[in-house]
């Protein structure tokens, strides 16, 4: 079993920054892809950006090169770094795990960006 905590979300001007963390606890030894997901009002949860045991990262189309994902091996967690946020990002933000092809998830965190 791996549990997940995220933090980091709030309330941003268009333009500025925000970093999510996502840490993991547990069989965190057993994870291999780590993640993040969103979910706009309304519709689906769609993937974000996700990062390999290996360091690969894989993003959305519409965040390349605003947004950043990176993970500390050590202290078993995630991150996303996002910069020149636009009100179209406002989403729950999710962390996703996968450990031993099981998935996991955190309970979200709101991001809100006002223009």
């Known amino acids: 079993q791996v549990q997940l905590v995220e933090s980091g979300g709030g309330l941003v001007q268009a333009g500025g920054s925000l970093r999510l963390s996502c840490a993991a606890s547990?069989?965190?030894?057993?994870?291999?892809?780590m993640g993040w997901y969103r979910q706009p009002p309304g519709k689906q949860r769609e993937l974000v950006a996700i990062?390999?045991?290996?360091?690969?990262?894989n993003y959305a189309d519409s965040v390349k090169g605003r947004f950043t994902i990176s993970r500390d091996a050590a202290k078993s967690t995630v991150y996303l770094q996002m910069n020149s946020l636009q009100p179209e990002d406002s989403a729950v933000y999710y962390c996703?795990?996968?450990?031993?092809?099981?998935?996991?998830w955190g309970r979200g965190t709101q991001v809100t960006v006002s223009s």
């Open positions: 996703r795990v996968e450990a031993r092809m099981l998935p996991y």
């Open positions: 547990g069989n965190v030894f057993s994870i291999n892809t």
């Open positions: 990062v390999s045991v290996g360091g690969g990262t």
